[in-house]
């Protein structure tokens, strides 16, 4: 048996991933009505929104779905008592150590996989006791970890070293992508740049459009030598910032702007000249955008994408 399949309760291995304020119950009801394992982030720091859309969830779904703990972003500690009694069965926790939250989730009964971003973090996971790793290489963007290592190499390392399930992140876009996965002895996929770009993503046209638009060397890695570390498509505003060599942190405050206001170029004001957005390149400026691109080639349905991959998954 999958492993991650009897760990989820899903149909199909595939998980929409954690993604601030994107990844709420519109795009994650399809994924989990769809067969998949719909996540709800909490990474946007917004408790009492979080926790409603856990609450619509289970209007929108009978079906499995998980919940997102950041570790680095939780502002209210209080936070991972009330996921954790939310009735929700799945969890993930991504950058920085699980240790601390580990108790309290499992004595609630939860499953706990921790996003990890190269190979010591797995193995202290895995010591730590989680039940599984969502192992994910640099394509998929970049904040967790600077240093970033390929989805294949990761993925190669981790299965060697650890016997826990893996579930692949990064740079995945298709059911090729998932098979090599596979191969590599992953048992699920986890995607986020896909799922942004589907019908039922919360996201302005502009944004799902510069993504579908994006081409296989379109991304570039930003304020590497310091933190945000982020993948960005490569833009005229990228480039600039990555001439720069950092950017700061207040440019994330508009990051909603890029996301549901379809403004490309998200500028956050000091620092940066003001030539405003040009409305005949909407992929202009800088925006979070990993590594899987250059698929679909127009926005399709969540449920259509996860429904698709049936064939590969049924093995
Ligand atoms: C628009 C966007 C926003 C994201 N926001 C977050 C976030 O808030 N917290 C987080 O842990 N990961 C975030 N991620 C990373 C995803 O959770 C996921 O690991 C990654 O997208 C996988 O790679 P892929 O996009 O190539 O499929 C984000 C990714 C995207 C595309």
Redesign the pocket.
């Given at each position: 048996m999958n492993r991650v399949l009897a760990h989820t309760g899903v149909k199909y291995p595939i998980v929409q991933?954690?993604?601030?304020?994107?990844?709420r119950s519109q795009l994650a009801s399809a994924v989990s009505n769809a067969g998949g394992l719909g996540?709800i982030?909490t990474?946007?720091g917004e408790v009492e929104a979080c926790l409603a859309e856990i609450e619509k969830m289970k209007d929108l779904t009978d079906k499995p779905f998980g919940v997102?703990l950041?570790i680095l972003?939780i502002k209210e500690p209080r936070i991972v008592d009330l996921v954790a009694k939310s009735g929700v069965k799945f969890v993930?926790t991504?950058?920085g150590s699980p240790t601390k939250l580990l108790p309290t989730l499992k004595a609630a009964g939860l499953i706990v996989y921790h996003?990890v971003p190269n190979l010591s973090s797995a193995l202290k996971a895995v010591d730590a006791g989680v039940d599984g790793l969502?192992v994910?290489?640099g394509?998929?963007?970049g904040?967790?970890n600077p240093d970033d290592v390929s989805?294949l190499v990761l993925l190669q390392g981790v299965r060697e070293r650890t016997d826990v399930p893996i579930i692949a992140?990064?740079?995945?876009?298709d059911g090729r992508g998932m098979a090599a996965a596979f191969a590599l002895g992953a048992e699920g996929?986890?995607?986020?740049?896909?799922?942004?770009s589907a019908a039922e993503s919360p996201?302005h046209a502009n944004?799902k459009q510069a993504?579908v638009d994006a081409d296989d060397t379109g991304t570039v890695m930003l304020n590497r030598k310091s933190s945000p570390c982020v993948r960005a498509l490569k833009t005229e505003r990228a480039r600039e910032i990555d001439r720069a060599g950092s950017f700061d942190r207040p440019l994330f405050g508009r990051?909603r702007d890029v996301?549901f206001g379809g403004d490309m170029e998200a500028r956050a004001g000091a620092g940066w000249p003001d030539r405003g957005p040009d409305p005949r390149d909407p992929a202009r400026g800088r925006?979070?955008?990993?590594?899987?691109?250059g698929l679909p080639r127009h926005p399709q349905a969540a449920g259509r994408e996860v429904d698709g991959w049936r064939v590969l998954t049924a093995t």
């Open positions: 991933a954690p993604m601030g304020w994107i990844a996540i982030e990474s946007s997102n950041p972003f993930s991504s950058a996003v969502i994910e290489g394509e998929g963007g904040f967790k989805t992140a990064g740079g995945i876009c996929i986890q995607m986020g740049t896909r799922f942004v996201v944004y993504i990051v996301y925006h979070h955008r990993p590594h899987g691109r």
